[in-house]
């Protein structure tokens, strides 16, 4: 099915019917939701997924029926036992002695279809695709591998004996959906890894609270001890401790990787004089209060009730960083460390990226993690190009590796 969707956005962007990477790999889970052999639920399905302005409905209404009727024909046509595939009794021949395959079964739904507008055919939607079809592909295609990969894994925890294998490689893609006993390993990976970070960055602190010699101070001490300078006496610094400020997109490609990082900034906000969390997907939301000594889990299922997070939102950067600029750029200093992670796609809304340039004149530093990798950057609704200028760094995120990385940058800065 996953091949088949493929195809259908192709035909869909090829008639002028906006759809992104992001809308494409919503279409691909809300097939894993329904009945595939219950065509009004996938006809529901997709149109919740792929659609967003009205005036695309009778474009899609007749795609999908030229589309999936011409599929359902071709598979049921392999189904001679069928009786209702068929318009007589089985084994007889059709009236005017012609056998009905897939490509008459196409002509037919092409007559009695809504053949009217003038809609491209599937090879057409083919040759019209460029480099950027190729990329929806292999998007997709990575999507399914990466649900067959939980699939998989859910199953082999199910099988006895296999409860206490749940991996925690630093390698394992946290992009990917997980089985609930992998995701506890990995949250406890997470705080080992945040309490090793914290530790080193503690004793780097300690000594550079260290400074030059004092030699007044030294000289002084030293006549207790006959002129000889047994106690090295050193001047101390004054260490600022930076404040956090993290700006977490939360929409479903990028939550998979939001939570583990969360995590990892629940771990380590204490390393900093104030640390702030907003959470967004078209609106700013603020829940640093929200992060305190419960469980994570429950911290992340009272995320999830927040009315004031609109989970099924359209990504929306552009809005969101507006309405932080608007609101909040008066609490950045030169000694804010802003983090944002999200994967840059705007939905084709207006990025707004003034807005991060004026965060970053008045910061000390911008870092962006995007969960998707590198290859994908700038494809479609991709405008991670437009933000990268107004960054100091840009880092792929997607494994504990990676996290380990970024935590080092966070605390060193």
Known sequence: MIERLVEFVQMLRAANVRVSMSEAIDAAEALRHVPIDNRPLVKTALQASLIKEQEDLPTYEAMFSKFFQVQLTEDDSDSESDPESQDG?????????????????SEISSEEGESESPVPTEEDGQEEGDQNEEDLEAQLQELLARIQVGENSADALSQPGNQQQTPGSEDVDLYQELPPGQVESLYEAVEELAENLVTRRSLRYKRARHGPVDIKKTVQ??????NLPF?????????????????????????????????????????FSRARSYLFVDRINEVTDMFDDRPFDEIIDQLKDDPGLNFFGLSDF???????????IKSLSRNTILVIL??????????????????????????????????????????????????DHVLECRNLDQLKDIGELILQS
Not at 249 to 266: C, H, N, P, T, Y
């Open 89 to 105: 009794p089985p084994n007889e021949p059709k009236p005017g002695g012609e056998e009905e395959d897939g490509r008459e079964s």
């Open 231 to 271: 106690n090295i006496i050193r001047k101390r610094r004054k260490v600022e401790k930076n404040e956090l400020v993290v700006l977490c997109d939360i929409s479903g490609s990028v939550w998979e990787v939001a939570r583990f990082f969360l995590k990892l900034v629940q771990e380590m906000q204490n390393q």
């Open 342 to 391: 999200g994967d840059a796609r705007a939905n084709w809304f207006d990025p707004m990226e003034w807005t991060l340039d004026e965060m970053q004149r008045r910061t000390k530093m911008v870092i962006w993690l995007n969960p998707e990798p590198k290859q994908y950057w700038d494809t479609d609704d991709s405008v991670m190009a437009k933000y990268s200028p107004y960054c």
């Open 318 to 328: 552009g809005r969101a960083f507006y309405q932080y600029y608007n609101d909040e």
């Open 221 to 226: 001490r030293s006549f207790r001890t006959g």
